[in-house]
């Protein structure tokens, strides 16, 4: 079990000098990682009023590093498998929605399934 610390609403700015401008942030707790899916980051999306779709760029920070290298892209099963490796040694997962349209190249750097 973890938790999501869900930024969301906001947008990246481009690199280099990254941040998350104009974003509300909320918690989801008791995430069971073996039921855990991009599915399921729509439905607290829905429940959190937003419309799905749009398009909806989800992107998780590696515990311990900033968001110029450390930010890595939650769009399929896949990826949901490497955002696993972390979870039983860090308990809060950052993750960071953007609405339509992405600046981070690393979203477009992940395997497709």
Do not use: C
Not at 38 to 48: F, G, Q, R
Not at 89 to 98: A, D, L, P, S
């Amino acid at each position: 079990m973890f938790t999501i610390e869900l930024h969301h609403g906001g947008r990246f700015t481009k690199f280099p000098g990254i941040s998350y401008i104009e974003g509300k942030l909320d918690h989801v707790d008791l995430v069971d990682m073996d039921e855990f899916s991009v599915h399921e980051l729509d439905e607290v999306m829905l429940k959190l009023g937003y419309e799905v779709p749009p398009v909806i760029y989800y992107h998780y920070q590696l515990p311990n590093e900033d968001w110029e290298f450390g930010l890595r892209a939650l769009g399929n099963d896949v990826d949901v498998l490497s955002l696993a490796h972390y979870i039983g040694h860090h308990k809060i997962i950052k993750v960071y929605t953007e609405h339509n349209e992405t600046n981070l190249l690393t979203y477009f750097m992940s395997p497709r399934v």
